[in-house]
T-cell receptor
Framework: DAKTTQPTSMDCAEGRAANLPCNHS???????VYWYRQIHSQGPQYIIH???NNETNEMASLIITEDRKSSTLILPHATLRDTAVYYC??????????????FGPGTRLSVLP | ETGVTQSPTHLIKTRGQQVTLRCSSQ?????VSWYQQALGQGPQFIFQ???????GRGNFPPRFSGLQFPNYSSELNVNALELDDSALYLC?????????????FGQGTRLTVV
């Protein structure tokens, strides 16, 4: 079973920041938080991952709380093309031989014009 | 573009038949994983291959099998197809030995069993 809890759906106005929450209260010390998204009928797209420090890349920012029990993915300026299902996954990162990603139902983000 | 390519993109098979799906991993990635995604659900892990050997498997029956080749490409074989095998099959490649543990997915093969 997935170790994360996410809202089923969210709406965001185009041009505004989209903040997608994720709860992972049972996360272990060696588990990272990964975010993927899946646009309709396409393969999941890697967005970002982190351990305990906040991370930023060209797509998004990842904010992890100090106790690591929750995180937020931030899309700073959402566009219509960001409409997708967003998956938050926790998993051991180091030496992932045999490790896999456990996908939950994710959050369906709708960016509205 | 992730550099992970899958073929074919769509396939229709009859119940009881066998099917082979193919995946070319991203350049330099030596680990390939396969996932099944039923309509409306998240992807479910089938198995993972590293150095041509299976080194992790999800809750799928033995009629789901695979291969990895020396060039790291991979095949997923499904025997005795059932109607419930209709799904999007996804291949993901990664390079954990290089500290790159994020996986990159292909666009998938849509299998329909009739």
């Amino acid at each position: 079973d997935a170790k994360t809890t996410q809202p089923t759906s969210m709406d965001c106005a185009e041009g505004r920041a989209a903040n997608l929450p994720c709860n992972h209260s049972t996360i272990s010390g060696n588990e990272y938080v990964y975010w993927y998204r899946q646009i309709h009928s396409q393969g999941p797209q890697y967005i970002i991952h982190g351990l305990k420090n906040n991370e930023t890349n060209e797509m998004a920012s990842l904010i992890i709380t100090e106790d690591r029990k929750s995180s937020t993915l931030i899309l700073p300026h959402a566009t219509l093309r960001d409409t997708a299902v967003y998956y938050c996954i926790v998993r051991v990162a180091a030496d992932n031989y045999g490790q896999n990603f456990v996908f939950g139902p994710g959050t369906r983000l709708s960016v509205l014009p | 573009e992730t550099g992970v390519t899958q073929s074919p993109t769509h396939l229709i098979k009859t119940r009881g038949q066998q099917v082979t799906l193919r995946c070319s991993s991203q350049s330099g990635h030596n680990t390939v994983s396969w996932y099944q995604q039923a309509l409306g659900q998240g992807p479910q892990f089938i198995f993972q291959y590293y150095r041509e050997e299976e080194n992790g498997r999800g809750n799928f029956p033995p009629r789901f099998s695979g291969l990895q080749f020396p060039n790291y490409s991979s095949e997923l074989n499904v025997n005795a197809l059932e109607l419930d095998d209709s799904a999007l099959y996804l291949c993901a490649s990664s390079a954990p030995g290089q500290g790159r543990t994020e996986a990159f997915f292909g666009q998938g093969t849509r299998l329909t069993v009739v």
